[in-house]
């Protein structure tokens, strides 16, 4: 059975969700996939003194990263997605805090694991937009190869947020500005 608890962060109202096993989501409010993991019946919010050791432990990792430092204990997990997502998922918690990669470099980390086979970093990126939990499982840290700042689910303003919280030299990107429909 899951869990959930609203989290006030500075960027906003976000929703975890943990069942036995660990946390399944993380979102911001209103964000793209926005609690697209939870189960049937899980929408009453239970409160942080009746929550769950894993609600517990991603409350806290998010109250000492927002303070801007770098949390020293791990969140216990429950990642449900393709198999091709979870080798993905897998490659972003392994981003150093403050560092970025791009989609490009993990599909190539990727085709190395399988075998030299080619992966689109399209495919990378529809697998990044789909982490359920936001922020610990950091998929923000993936630029794009020309220097973007694109493809945050969040929204890219919290995107740059996040990295300017972890110090991360943001100064080599920039946000995309697409052009209006005519």
């Not at 429950?78 to 998922?89: A, D, E, I, K, P």
């Not at 689910?153 to 500005?177: N, S």
Request: charged share 20%.
């Amino acid at each position: 059975m899951q869990r959930i608890l609203e989290y006030d962060s500075p960027l906003g109202s976000m929703l975890l969700a943990a069942d036995e096993t660990g946390v399944t989501g993380v979102w911001f409010e209103g964000q793209k996939y926005f609690a697209r993991t939870l189960e049937p019946g899980a929408s009453d919010t239970v409160s942080a003194q009746s929550a769950s050791p894993a609600l517990d432990a991603a409350r806290r990792w998010l109250d000492v990263y927002f303070s801007g430092r770098e949390p020293d204990f791990c969140v216990p997990l429950h990642l449900t997605g393709t198999v091709f997502q979870q080798s993905v998922w897998e490659i972003l918690c392994a981003i150093p805090y403050g560092q970025t990669i791009t989609y490009g470099e993990i599909a190539r980390r990727l085709a190395a694991q399988r075998g030299g086979a080619r992966i689109s970093a399209q495919a990378v990126g529809g697998a990044v937009g789909r982490n359920p939990v936001s922020i610990i499982v950091p998929c923000h840290r993936v630029v794009g190869a020309d220097g973007s700042l694109t493809g945050y689910a969040g929204g890219v303003d919290k995107k740059e947020k996040l990295l300017a919280l972890e110090k991360a030299d943001i100064t080599r990107f920039f946000i995309p500005h697409t052009e209006p429909a005519l």
